[in-house]
Nanobody
Framework: QVQLVESGGGLVQAGGFLRLSCAIT????????VGWFRQAPGKEREFVAV????????YYSDSVKGRFTISNNNAENTATLQMGTLKPEDTAVYYC???????????????????WGTGTQVTVSS
């Protein structure tokens, strides 16, 4: 059974903080890389942050670098995205995704992620 469930989204004022969580269930105790992506209305889905299976390799988009922190705990089947100093342009649906095919990697390409959650809305007011 495969399941990725995001939580922690909501409405926050600019400058505020949110912590997104992703509960991950994959078959056969797979190890996996994790990515967070987002999609704003009328825009393409974009990479936010990615990490490999043990958190040793991470990448952030330039727009969130220094403000967001990604973590991945394969043993506990959870991933998080801590978001600070939020801006109105961070408003989007945020998706958690897992890549079990290349767990050592941290791809920024959404097409390389096999499993996806249904998303959680983050709205930042000005």
């Amino acid at each position: 059974q495969v399941q990725l469930v995001e939580s922690g989204g909501g409405l926050v004022q600019a400058g505020g903080f949110l912590r997104l969580s992703c509960a991950i269930t994959l078959p056969n105790r797979m190890t996996y890389a994790v990515g967070w992506f987002r999609q704003a209305p009328g825009k393409e889905r974009e990479f936010v942050a990615v990490t490999n299976w043990n958190g040793g390799t991470t990448y952030y988009s330039d727009s969130v670098k220094g403000r967001f922190t990604i973590s991945n705990n394969n043993a506990e089947n959870t991933a998080t995205l801590q978001m600070g100093t939020l801006k109105p342009e961070d408003t989007a649906v945020y998706y958690c995704a897992a890549d079990p095919n290349r767990p050592w990697s941290a791809s920024t390409r959404p097409e390389e992620y096999v499993y996806w959650g249904t998303g959680t809305q983050v709205t930042v007011s000005s």
